[in-house]
């Protein structure tokens, strides 16, 4: 009788319901064997996003596990990392992961929910309140193209020189495109649909003994 192989259990901490899939869904579906948990920071009282977040991370692995919570996100100042420590500890259902993905220390566009989250993660991570082997930084980077529906902003492409680089096929591709433009309902030209690359990259702090 052949030894069951274990599955990864895979932990994604982002700020807000679409980062999952806007910066990483292509890696979420290329691993359908993955035990996956995923969680959103913000929106837990958005009537829109929250759940569109609970049916994308379905669609994302079915048997995925969507965690979602109220860090303010409306008036955008700055939160204690101890407070966002908090509630990451709270809603982390299990302290010991393989593999956690989170955002990278340049929030991939500056956005200070993003960059304080990153902090919350490593420093849980360092400090041993959580465990995993690997933890895995969204790794992007600013283009010289402006969506068309938002052209203050600049898409944002993932980093050619970051530790993991990985283009995802054209099927896996479609259909992350297709979450974030047909499940989350953003316009094909703006900037969330536009950043949603067929190339996703990651830096990698490894912690495995």
């Known amino acids: 009788m052949e030894k069951e192989i274990e599955k990864i259990n895979a932990l994604v901490i982002v700020s807000h319901p679409d980062d999952e899939t806007i910066w990483m869904g292509g890696t979420i579906l290329n691993h359908p064997d993955w035990n996956w948990t995923i969680i959103s920071l913000c929106r837990k009282n958005d009537t829109d996003r929250a759940p569109k977040f609970q049916r994308v991370c379905k669609a994302l692995n079915h048997y995925s596990t969507p965690i979602i919570s109220d860090l303010d996100d409306e008036n955008l100042q700055p939160l ?123 830096d990698i702090h490894n912690y495995k003994k």
């Open 80 to 202: 204690s990392i101890v407070e966002v420590k908090r509630k990451i500890l709270y809603l982390t259902p299990k302290k010991i992961y393989d593999v956690i993905y989170t955002h990278g220390k340049n929030g991939e566009y500056g956005h200070i929910r993003h960059k304080e989250t990153h902090d919350a993660v490593v420093q849980l991570v360092d400090e041993k309140y959580i465990d995993c082997g690997e933890l895995k930084f969204f790794s992007y980077i600013k283009s010289t193209l402006r969506p068309p529906v938002n052209p203050e902003l600049y898409i944002h492409v993932a980093n050619p020189i970051a530790n993991e680089y990985i283009k995802i096929s054209s099927e896996i591709f479609k259909r992350k495109q297709s979450l974030v433009k047909d499940m989350y309902g953003f316009d094909e030209r703006g900037f969330e649909v536009m950043c949603s690359g067929q190339s996703e990259a990651f």
